[in-house]
C-alpha cells in the first residue's frame, strides 16, 4: 500500500503565501511523476503543477510566476509554494503520485488540504 498525506495548507491573506507539503510512504519502488491538482466548489479538478522525477516542471496558466512546485527524491515529498495567492486560489488542493509497485506503477492520491484566502 502507498500513502500520500498532504500538509500546510490553512487560511491566508490576498497576496500571502503558503507552502503544501506532500509525503508519500509505503511500499515504494520509485516515484515518477508527482503533481497538485485543486478542486474548487462547484468546477472540476484542475491541474495545478506537476514535476518529473528528473525535475522538469509544467504550470497551469492561472499559476505561472506565483507557484512554484518541487520535490525531494529522497524523502519522496513534493511541495507547492504558493506566493501572491489571490480569491481564485482557494480550492481543496490534492497531490497524485505516479507509483512504481511491485511491477506495476500506478497514480495515487492524497486526501487534499483546504486552501483558503481571505479578501
Known amino acids: 500500500q502507498v500513502q500520500l498525506v498532504e500538509s500546510g495548507g490553512g487560511l491566508v491573506q490576498a497576496g500571502g503565501s503558503l507552502r503544501l507539503s506532500c509525503a508519500a510512504s509505503g511500499s515504494i519502488f520509485s516515484i515518477n511523476a508527482m503533481g497538485w491538482y485543486r478542486q474548487a466548489p462547484g468546477k472540476q479538478r484542475e491541474l495545478v503543477a506537476v514535476i518529473t522525477s528528473g525535475g522538469s516542471t509544467n504550470y497551469a496558466d492561472s499559476v505561472k510566476g506565483r507557484f512554484t512546485i518541487s520535490r525531494d527524491n529522497a524523502k519522496n515529498t513534493v511541495y507547492l509554494q504558493m506566493n501572491s495567492l489571490n480569491p481564485e486560489d482557494p480550492a481543496v488542493y490534492s497531490c497524485?503520485?505516479?507509483?512504481?509497485?511491485?511491477?506495476?506503477?500506478?497514480?495515487?492520491w492524497g486526501p487534499g488540504t483546504q486552501v483558503t484566502v481571505s479578501s
Open positions: 497524485a503520485a505516479e507509483v512504481a509497485v511491485a511491477g506495476t506503477t500506478r497514480r495515487y
